[in-house]
C-alpha cells in the first residue's frame, strides 16, 4: 500500500515472528511467492487514548503478508492468510485510496490460500503469478548502455536455497538481466556475457527447466540459477549465452573431464566438483546438493597415517554396505519387501543431511526447513567421530558429506555466531564440532581431508565409488549386487509429472521428493575408468627431498638414460608447435601412403597409390634420389601391380616390407635389392601392416586382422619365408587401420564403419566393441602409456577411450578430416584434409598452433624416437621434412 493510508486487520489468532535479522525471503514457507510491497503504517489500539503508530513495509506474499517496521527495534510480522477470520478494507472506499487498488488482487490471494487442498492451492496461486508475469516486462532502461541490442525476453524464477524469486530474463548482446517482479533483493540481476565461463542446463523439481550460469572456472557457487517456465525458453538462453562463451566451451560432458582428471591435470576434488555439475547437483537446490564421499575411517587415532589402506572408507561399497550386520538386515528386509523393492529408507543426501552439516554457518536455512527451531541438541552435528559411526551403524542414516569438507573455510565446524543450539542429555551445551584427536584444529582438520582425498589410495580408488553414486551402479541389476537400492523416486524418470494429472498429488509427490533427496543424474553407464598414478622419479633435482643414494639408481651427480629421454621427449612435445619445413621433395606420381625410416636414419622408404615402393638417402643437407646398386645394378625403385597402402622396416634394417591392395605382402632385401618373398594372406586389400617380436600383423578389407609367426628365410639361399597364422581377428566390415600397445598384447583396429575394437592379442578376444565414428576410421593409434587410444575419422573427430575400460573419455570436434596423427597423450600433431599440420591441445579440446604444409591431405606421418623430426607424406605426392627449431 502506497502513501500514508492507515491499514488494520481483524485477525483473531495474530502470530508474530521475532527476528534479530530483516526481511528475507526464508522467512516465506517453502513454495511461497512473494509479490510486492507497499509503504503502510502498523496503527495498534487504533482510536484509543495508547494508539501507536508504526510506519513500515507491507510485503504481499501468496500465503502470507509480512510487515517490516522501519524501526529495527520492533519486530517483523507475519500473518499467515488462511488464518486470517476476515479482512476488511478501509470506510473510505474512494476510487484513489490505495488499499482498493490492490484489494482485489489481495483478496484473490487470500481466498487461494483458504483451499483445503495443497494442489488447488498450488494452481491458483500459479494462476495468479502468471498472470502478473505477463502483464510486466522488463524495465529497458536498466540496460547498462544504450547501444545493447535485445535479444530474447522470457518470465522465469531465480532460485536460491530453499526459494524462488520470479522476475523477467532478458539477453541481449552483452548481458543476461533478471529483473525480480518485487524488485528484491535489488531492481536487476546482471551478468555480463564475456565473463561467463560455464552453463549447465538444469533439472528443478524432476523438470528440465533450470539453468546455471558461473563466472569461475573452478567455484562451487554460481553467479545466478534461472528456472524457467518452458524448456524451449531455458534452451533458447542457453544458445544465446553460448555463442558467447570463449571457444565455445558451453557444451561439457562427464567425458571431458575424465582425460583430465586420469592424467592429473585437474585434482580427485575438481573432477568430482565438475561431475556434482553435470549431474545437477547445485548449491542452489538443497534437494541436489553436490555429494562428496567420507574418505577418512580413522577417527580415533593421535595421528592420522595416509599410507595405511585401512585409514580410509571402503569407496566401492555405499555408506549402507560397509557395516555388514546392519546391511545383512537390510538385504533381508529388501528381500521381503513387495516391488518397488529398495533397500535404503532414507537417502545419503537431502536438504536436512546438508543444514546438519551447515546450521552453523546458514542457521535461517535450518529455522526456515524446521519451522522456526533446530533439531534436538543430540541429533545435531556435534563430532566428526559421532557422525561416521552412526553412519556406520544407525538404522536410517546413510549420508555422505558436503564438498565443505574438503575446501578451506572452517566456519561450518565452529560456533562463532554463538547460537543456542540446545543442551545435550550430558547437560553440555552444543557448541563447536568435536574434532578427532589427530586434528589440531578446524583448519588442520579440513587440510588433512584435504591430503586424504587427493591420497594415491583414493586416487587409485574414487573410480569405484564414481561408479556407486555417478556411474553403472546406480541403477539396474550392477546396483542392486552392489546394495546400492533407493526409493524410486529419488531417481531421475522415476516419476513422470506431468502425467499426473490430479494437482494434490502432484504437489504431494513433488514435496516427498524434494524433501527425501534425489540421487544424482546418471553420467557413466559403463566402469569408470582408473586414475593414472604417477610415479616418482628415482632422483629430483627440484626437490630437497631426494632419494638417498643407496636407493638411487644412478650417482648423485648423473640422470639414468630413461630420465634423459622422457625429459627430451617431453621437451619436444612442449615445442612441437616450434615445427619448420626442412626441405622437401616430389617423388611420386600419386598420393604418398606410408614412410618407413632405417633405425640409422640414413634411408627412408615411401610408399603411394602409384604402385611404386621408392627409397632415397637423407644426408645432412640434401635430399636426393637413392641412385641404388645391388650388385652393378642400378635402381631407383620397386614397382608393383596395384596401389600400396603402407610399408615397414623389419629391426636391422635389412628386410623392408610393403602391403599392396593386390592382396598381398611383399618382402624386399635391403640389402640386395630383390624380392625376398611374398605372402597372399588376404583375399581383399591389405590396408595396414605391422611388426611386432617377429610377428607380422595384417588388416585387410577382407574384415580380418591376421597374426603371423614369420620365421626369416637363409637370405643368400632360395629358401622362403616361413609364416605361421597365429591368430584370425574377425571384424564385420573391411579394416582400414590398427595399432599395438607397448606391451604388444593390445590390438586396436579400426573400420571403414566407424567401429573401433579393442582386442587382447594373448587369446585372440575382442575386449570392446565401439562404434565412436560415423565413417572410415582413418588412423589410431594408443598412447605411450598405452591407456588410452586416440582415433580419428572422416566424420571430424577426435575419439580417446580408456583401453581398460572402453569408455569414451573425451571427443573433440574438428572442422575437417584429420587422416593422420601422432600424439603423446596430451597434445595431438595431426594432419589434415586440406593439408595443414595441426596442434592440438586435447585436454581443452581445441587446435593451439597450424602450421602450412601440403596443397592436399596429409596422407601419413613419421615421427623419430626423440620426437623432433617429422616425415609427411601427402595427396600432393610431396614428402615434407619437419624440424624442431627451438
Known sequence: MKGSAETY?????????????????????????????????HIINKDCK??????????????????????????????????????????????????????????????????????????????????????????????????????????????????????????????????????????????????????????????????????????????????????????????????????????????????????????????????NNLADRSCNDLSQYPVFPWIIADYSSSVLDLTKPETFRDLS???????????????????????????????????????????????????????????????????????????????????????????????????????????????????????????????????????????????????????????????????????NVFHPLTYEGGVDLNSIMDPNEKVALLTQILEFGQTPKQLFTTPHPQRKIQKLKSLSRTSSHSTSIAESPVSPNEESFEDLTEESITLAWNNIAKLKLDTQCKIHKEAITGIAVTCNGSSVFTTSQGKRLKCFLFSKSMLMYLNWIWGKKLSIFFSFLQALSSCLILPGDTTVISSSWDNHIYFYSIAFGRQQDVLLGHDDAVSKICWRDGRLFSASWDSTVKVWHCVPGETLSNKKHHFELLAHLEHDVSVNTMDLNAANTILASGTKEGTISVWDVTTATVLHQLPHHSGTVFHAAFSPDSRHLLSTGEDCCFKVIDVQTGMLVSSVTTEEPQRCFKWDGNTILSGSQSGELLVWDLLGGKVTERIKGHTGAVMSMWMNEQCNSVITGGEDKQIMFWKLQY
Open 317 to 483: 561399497k555405499p555408506i549402507g554396505a560397509l557395516n555388514k550386520e546392519r546391511l545383512d538386515r537390510l538385504v533381508k528386509r529388501y528381500q521381503e519387501m513387495p516391488e518397488p523393492k529398495f533397500m535404503y529408507g532414507s537417502h545419503y543426501s537431502s536438504p536436512g543431511y546438508v543444514l546438519f552439516y551447515l546450521v552453523r554457518v546458514a542457521p535461517e536455512y535450518m529455522l526456515c526447513l524446521q519451522n522456526g527451531k533446530f533439531d534436538h541438541a543430540d541429533r545435531m552435528f556435534n563430532s566428526i567421530a559421532e557422525t561416521w559411526k552412526n553412519c556406520l551403524d544407525g538404522a536410517t542414516d546413510f549420508k555422505e558429506l558436503i564438498p565443505e569438507f574438503y575446501e578451506n573455510d572452517s566456519s561450518f565446524l565452529v560456533n562463532s555466531l554463538k547460537l543456542d543450539l540446545g543442551k545435550r542429555q550430558g547437560g553440555k551445551m552444543v557448541e563447536d564440532v568435536e574434532l578427532p584427536p589427530w586434528a589440531s584444529g578446524p583448519d588442520d582438520f579440513l587440510q588433512k581431508c584435504q591430503e586424504a582425498l587427493e591420497s594415491p589410495y583414493v586416487s587409485e580408488h574414487l573410480h569405484e565409488w564414481i561408479d556407486i553414486i555417478f556411474g553403472y551402479k546406480q541403477k539396474g541389476s550392477e546396483a542392486v549386487a552392489a546394495h
Open 9 to 41: 486487520m481483524m485477525d483473531s489468532n495474530k502470530r508474530f515472528l521475532f527476528l534479530i535479522c530483516r526481511f528475507s525471503l526464508l522467512l516465506l514457507n517453502l513454495e511461497e511467492y512473494y509479490f510486492e510491497q507497499h509503504t503502510a503504517n
Open 50 to 275: 495508547d494508539e501507536r503508530k508504526f510506519r513500515g513495509s507491507l510485503k504481499i506474499c501468496s500465503k502470507s503478508i509480512i510487515f517490516e517496521p522501519d524501526d529495527n527495534v520492533q519486530p517483523i510480522i507475519k500473518i499467515p492468510l488462511r488464518d486470517c477470520s476476515s479482512i476488511k478494507a478501509p470506510e473510505d472506499n474512494e476510487a484513489n485510496n490505495p488499499f482498493t487498488r490492490v484489494s482485489i488482487y489481495f483478496f484473490t490471494l487470500y481466498r487461494a490460500s483458504c483451499l483445503d487442498k495443497m494442489g488447488d492451492q498450488a494452481a491458483m496461486i500459479t494462476a495468479i503469478l502468471q498472470s502478473r508475469l505477463a502483464r510486466t516486462s522488463f524495465d529497458k532502461y536498466r540496460f547498462q548502455s544504450i547501444s545493447e541490442t535485445l535479444h530474447m525476453e522470457c518470465k522465469a524464477e531465480m532460485v536460491t536455497p530453499l526459494v524462488t524469486n520470479p522476475g523477467h530474463v532478458c539477453v541481449s548482446d552483452a548481458n543476461l538481466y533478471f529483473q525480480p517482479l518485487n524488485g528484491y533483493p535489488k531492481p536487476v540481476v546482471q551478468i555480463t556475457l564475456q565473463n561467463v565461463r560455464r552453463i549447465y542446463k538444469r533439472r528443478h523439481g524432476l523438470m528440465p527447466l533450470g539453468l546455471e550460469v558461473f563466472c569461475t572456472e573452478n567455484d562451487l557457487c554460481s553467479d545466478i540459477y534461472l528456472k524457467f517456465y518452458s524448456c524451449q525458453d531455458r534452451d533458447e538462453v542457453y544458445r544465446l549465452i553460448a555463442k558467447y562463451i570463449e571457444n565455445h566451451i558451453a557444451e561439457h560432458t562427464a567425458e571431458s573431464y575424465v582425460l583430465q582428471w586420469q592424467r592429473g591435470h585437474i585434482s580427485n576434488y575438481q573432477y568430482l566438483l565438475h561431475l
